[in-house]
């Protein structure tokens, strides 16, 4: 929709081109969240395609996605093949609520930063240890792991004026198997539970990540595949009953059964030998 | 701002907020229809350097040095795109409304999007068809009996609007520039519940634009309806 109150679009180049942030400012990466809803309080959009960031890289130590990296774009990657967890991209994109052709415009950092609890991206990159690269107004950054950069339903550690930049995910993680589980209350829709398994090839380590059915990610990490009953009682312990989200899309009471179903689905996927 | 909407140079400037479905229709592009406004509906879908977008959520100065593409220009050198055939052999639409943008999105599906329609599909949103006749265009399925000059009945013979709508030529409601013509927002109270006392009409009145404010004051005491057979109601 057209944002009527926007003045001003500033597309900075480099860095030290975004003059300083005020009220009344946005980051544009795709646009598609802040185009859909009226924006009566922005005045000026800071237009991010202009750094020209590179969207992917792959490197030895892992994947860096640029804030900028639009879904399609992440989705048509070919990843190094000893990249067991490669599946899983395909199957968060899939988890969007959104169109296909929201993927052409969408960007990753864009579904990070709306830090919805069924934020696909947000799955993905929590589930495989990634960390987020933050630019500080002062021209600085920071790191923050995406499962601490989500705080809550619409809530993160950005400050005002500070950019996500990137989001690595390390090789270690890109190289475990996966198991992935989603459900919503329509078919093709809004994730209500979204559980993503991993296991380490070397050490055996197992994780599993709780996003969408909680307001924020939940990881939980074990040395090896733990017993039925430890799974249960870690995720007991550690998801308090305000945790799970509640909305529409879903009843709390529904969404921590699901997660203790697709938790234990998971531990006996990951349990078996690859 | 340069850019190309099928096959058009055109160099104009969006206003700083505006998304590129308001700009292509201000241009005269209204093949490109105003839905949902928020990225569900998929009637704006348009392609852009031939990925289809949906335009109510793309920034318009984006289209800067880019091509667009519109239902308007689907059809190439005089001949209707594939899709463009199928959809009015199946009669792939009812209202029409939500065609361009269906055919625009149908016209760009791969393989792997044909075989999960379902999910290819959940972009674009059909008021009328119930998607079967959609499914059907999509799928190369024919449903209209052409019958060769034959009597149409017993037939099933095409909608007459068919062409216009799958080339985006058919004018609905929002798609006609009247000069001059005033429109009207309707304001709710924010209040639920409220009883109102009184409406001052000042500041609305000093709205840059504003021609008229009216309140329950100026509805008449004998009301009238156009609903059933236009009497009047006591």
């Known amino acids: 929709m057209d944002l009527n109150t926007i003045t001003e679009i500033a597309r900075p180049r480099r860095r030290t081109d975004v003059a300083g942030w005020r009220s009344g400012d946005a980051w544009l990466a795709g646009g598609t969240w802040l185009f859909s809803e009226p924006q009566p309080k922005l005045a000026r959009l800071i237009d991010l395609t202009g750094f020209g960031w590179q969207r992917i890289e792959i490197t030895a130590h892992g994947l860096e996605i640029a804030a900028t990296c639009t879904i399609a774009e992440l989705d048509a990657t070919t990843l190094p093949r000893n990249w067991a967890a490669a599946p899983l991209f395909n199957q968060c994109c899939r988890a969007f609520l959104a169109s296909f052709k929201i993927w052409n415009m969408a960007t990753v950092g864009g579904n990070i930063c709306m830090s919805l609890p069924a934020g696909p991206m947000i799955a993905l990159t929590a589930a495989l240890d990634g960390l987020c690269t933050v630019w500080t107004p002062a021209g600085g950054e920071r790191q923050v792991a995406v499962a601490d950069f989500v705080t809550g339903p619409q809530r993160n550690a950005l400050l005002p004026g500070e950019l996500l930049r990137s989001i690595g995910l390390p090789a270690s993680a890109l190289m475990r198997r996966t198991a992935f589980r989603q459900i919503s209350l329509t078919p093709l829709g809004r994730s209500a539970a979204l559980l993503i398994g991993t296991r380490c090839p070397r050490s055996g380590g197992f994780a599993v990540t709780v996003t969408a059915a909680t307001s924020r990610p939940i990881r939980l990490a074990f040395p090896a595949v733990p017993e039925p009953e430890v799974l249960r009682a870690r995720i007991e312990a550690e998801i308090p009953g305000t945790l799970y989200y509640n909305d529409v899309h879903g009843a709390p009471a529904w969404r921590r059964h699901m997660t203790f179903h697709f938790a234990e689905e998971i531990r006996r996927e990951l349990a078996e030998a690859s | ?234």
């Open chain 2, 1 to 234: 701002m340069s850019f190309v909407v099928n096959g058009t140079h055109h160099a104009a400037r969006p206003r700083p907020g505006q998304c590129l479905r308001t700009f292509l229709r201000q241009l005269g592009w209204f093949g490109v229809k105003k839905g949902c406004d928020s990225g569900d509906c998929g009637a704006c879908t348009v392609l852009l350097n031939g990925e289809p977008v949906h335009s109510c959520l793309l920034p318009a100065f984006r289209a800067e040095d880019r091509e667009v593409t519109t239902i308007e220009g689907l059809a190439a050198n005089g001949e209707l795109h594939p899709m463009q055939r199928a959809f009015l052999q199946a009669q792939g639409y009812q209202c029409g409304f939500c065609t361009p943008g269906m055919i625009m999105t149908a016209a760009s599906l791969n393989q792997s999007h044909r075989q999960d329609l379902a999910f290819a599909l959940k972009g674009n949103l059909c008021r009328c068809t119930g998607y079967r006749a959609i499914e059907d265009a999509i799928r190369g399925v024919g449903d209209v009996d052409a019958g060769d000059g034959a009597a149409p009945c017993g037939r099933n013979v095409p909608a007459p609007a068919g062409p216009a709508v799958v080339t985006g030529q058919q004018r609905y409601t929002l798609d006609i520039v009247v000069e001059g013509l005033a429109h009207m927002k309707l304001v709710r109270s924010p209040h639920a519940h409220a009883r109102i006392m009184a409406i001052h009409k000042e500041a609305a009145l000093a709205v840059p634009g504003v021609c008229a404010v009216f309140t329950y004051e100026d509805a008449p005491a004998r009301r009238f309806s156009t609903a059933g057979t236009g009497a009047s109601i006591c």
